[in-house]
């Protein structure tokens, strides 16, 4: 699909439609939240943005590309004055007192934004269920999950109900909802993006990142988004990526792939089938095709859930109930925090707030944790080996096509181990794209650590190659 952030850009220029036109339809089709995607609708502050942009088109000023397209966001992303509740019951009430680096980049360049968007609470999940607005529902089969834990954003952009969305990957959570939906979905390298106001979760994994129906548009929004923060020191400066960049497949001459995900017992043998066909279409294109040792599922999964949960377990200390969220009185101080954490965290929350409190507790944390952070390194210095033999790493974004709505409550393990594909680019901090091709799920393309381009370039080639 062409950008659809160009086209309506040229609509509003050639005064085609009014941005206010557009606004309005736009939370019309959110407001029956026919997917259960939506947290908040921003209709008052999205309205009175249009109308400026409305009032500049009428006045014969020029708008930037980005200026009056309606987006999403994840309701993890501050935006001051609105709710953010990281779909919980702890901040069911909370008002965002700052807005986020990421967020405002994209108000400065003109976006709108329209929804807080449903995700699993605190980015626990992969599906969009571990949420108090009800399961998301998948844009194709309202039966099964939206996929998460950016669920809702992935389903409205699918729907076209937002133009972009903006979710938030620490393990997966970009990539495997828009393999689900069938739409774009990056995870950029670590530090690319400021994560200032994005609530925290696993903060050595997390990433911001675009959701979007083509390459260009995920490209025009990482653009703005991308950038140094004095806010958020692990960031770094990058340089724009412009459409001729990613024109050419010039740089990119061997492919790698995982043999061990292709060859595991895990996998859906359709999604197998149609990864090795995607493999022989690239290698008919004159692309070499390396097969790679890996990391086994079990090794990568219990590695991040190790460093996940320690983190996120860490993170949350902060709510009980006094600086941040809903507090419930008990007896005395203690009891207060401990019933206000019991009553507003979810059942998966707590498993990981007590598993995370248990890998870093004394006796266990040089067995676990530390542990852990040596298999990191080992995972990190497999892919800097990978990548002096291959210039992209393909996979396939999950093993099997999304779950019934109600399976993955049942059995986490389960749900732990659907990770397994996506979990190893986090630990390595590199860029990665889900493109919504080759299987049901969709492809994902990877990169070395800084190498986003390369990821957008191999992701325009895919386009015309399956
Ligand atoms: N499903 C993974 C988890 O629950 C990834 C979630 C995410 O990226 N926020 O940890």
Known sequence: MASQIRKIHQQLMDKEITCTQLVQDKLKALKPNTHNTVNALLDDVALELAAKVDAKIKNGDSIGLLEGIPFGIKDVYMLQGTYTTASS??????????????????????????VKENCDSFGHGSSSENTIFGAVKNATNPNLVGGGSSGGSAVNVALDYTVFSIGGD????????????????????????????????????????????????????????????????????????????????????????FKNFIESEAIHPDIKSSFLAAIE??????????????????????????????????????????????????????????????????????????????????????????????????????????????????????????????????DPMAMYLSD?????????????????????????????????ELVLKFANFLKDTI
């Open 281 to 410: 279409k690239i290698k008919a294109k004159g692309i070499a095709v390396k097969a790679l040792d890996f990391f086994d599922a079990n090794t990568l999964v219990s590695t991040y859930y190790t460093l996940a949960m320690a983190e996120t377990a860490s993170n949350l200390s902060r709510l009980d109930g006094t600086n941040y969220g809903n507090r419930i009185e008990a007896e005395n101080l203690k009891e207060t925090y401990a019933v206000t954490r019991s009553k507003n965290f979810s059942e998966e929350t707590k498993r990981r707030i007590v598993g995370g409190n248990q890998v870093l507790s004394q006796g266990f944390s040089d067995e676990i944790y530390l542990k852990g952070l040596k298999l990191r390194d080992q995972i990190s210095e497999n892919f800097e080996n990978d990548f002096k033999e291959v210039d992209i790493i393909l996979s396939p974004v999950t093993p099997n096509t999304p779950p019934k709505i109600g399976d993955s409550l049942k």
């Open 170 to 257: 620490t393990g997966g959570s970009i990539r495997q909802p828009a393999g689900y939906n069938s739409v774009y979905g990056l995870k950029p390298t670590y530090g690319r993006v400021s994560r200032y106001g994005l609530m925290a979760y696993a903060s050595s994994t997390d990433c911001v990142g675009p959701i979007a129906k083509s390459v260009e548009d995920v490209c025009i929004v990482l653009n703005a988004m991308s950038g140094k923060d004095v806010k958020d020191q692990t960031t770094y400066a990058s340089k724009e990526i412009l459409e001729t960049d990613i024109a050419t497949t010039d740089g990119i001459k061997t492919v790698g792939y």
């Open 420 to 452: 397994a594909y996506t979990v190893g680019f986090s630990l390595g901090e590199l860029p990665t794209l889900t493109v919504p091709q080759g299987t049901a799920t969709g492809l994902q393309i990877t990169a070395a650590k800084h190498n986003d």
């Open 89 to 114: 019951d702890l901040l069911k009430h909370y008002k965002s007192a700052y807005t986020a680096t990421a967020i405002q980049k994209l108000l400065d360049a003109g976006a709108i934004p329209l």
